[in-house]
């Protein structure tokens, strides 16, 4: 493999912003949202010429469009990519959940009528295997959002999805995930432009 892989995850949102669970519904970008998306991009410069091998998206259109801030032609959109299903808690915040279920945290407690942890480290895995296979063509580049990609960067190195609560990525921020002499590694986490807008 001679490529890596870079997770950006979206801008901010209104949602993001106070901390509420956004998973299904469709939040747009807030204005300092599209400036970050737009200052991630010209952190990877090395992106720009040559363009990645392939560029997914999720489905949302708060990915969608931080992929294209950012600079970069969305090569599909894979459903895959969607943010952790949170079920009932879906625009609720932790001390919201935690006033009924003490402890809360996505990591460790189920989400009624949403996804488990092993649910979504499976989806990770099918995003990996199919990526990896790309990588001889260059670098790949998936657009997405916070917990999903955490659980991500947990999945490539071998950790349990519910590691993923031991990788911070704050909104508009790239994990890069490498590879030496064919064993995956993290080579970064939560890389974000200095001085954010």
């Not at 950012?70 to 959109?77: L, Q």
Request: overall charge negative; aromatic content about 6%.
């Amino acid at each position: 493999m001679s490529g890596r892989v870079y997770l950006l995850r979206h801008g901010e949102t209104e949602w993001s912003r106070s901390g509420k669970h956004t998973g299904r519904t469709d939040v747009p970008l807030t204005e300092r949202g599209r400036e970050l998306a737009v200052a991630a991009g010209r952190l990877v410069p090395e992106l720009h010429d040559p363009p990645p091998a392939l560029v997914l998206a999720s489905p949302r259109s708060r990915a969608q469009d931080t992929a294209r801030l950012a600079g970069f032609r969305v090569d599909a959109i894979d459903e895959r990519l969607a943010e952790w299903d949170y079920g009932e808690y879906e625009g609720r915040t932790t001390p919201e959940i935690r006033e009924t279920v003490p402890d809360w945290t996505v990591w460790t407690h189920p989400c009624p009528g949403g996804e488990s942890a092993g649910t979504v480290g499976r989806r990770a895995d099918a995003v990996l295997a199919d990526v990896s296979a790309t990588l001889d063509r260059g670098d790949v580049v998936l657009v997405g959002h916070g917990h999903f990609s955490r659980v991500l960067v947990a999945r490539w190195i071998g950790l349990r999805a519910t590691e993923g609560v031991r990788f911070a990525m704050e909104a508009a921020s790239w994990a890069v995930l490498g590879h030496e002499r064919d064993v995956p590694r993290l080579d970064h986490v939560n890389l974000a432009p200095k001085g954010r807008p």
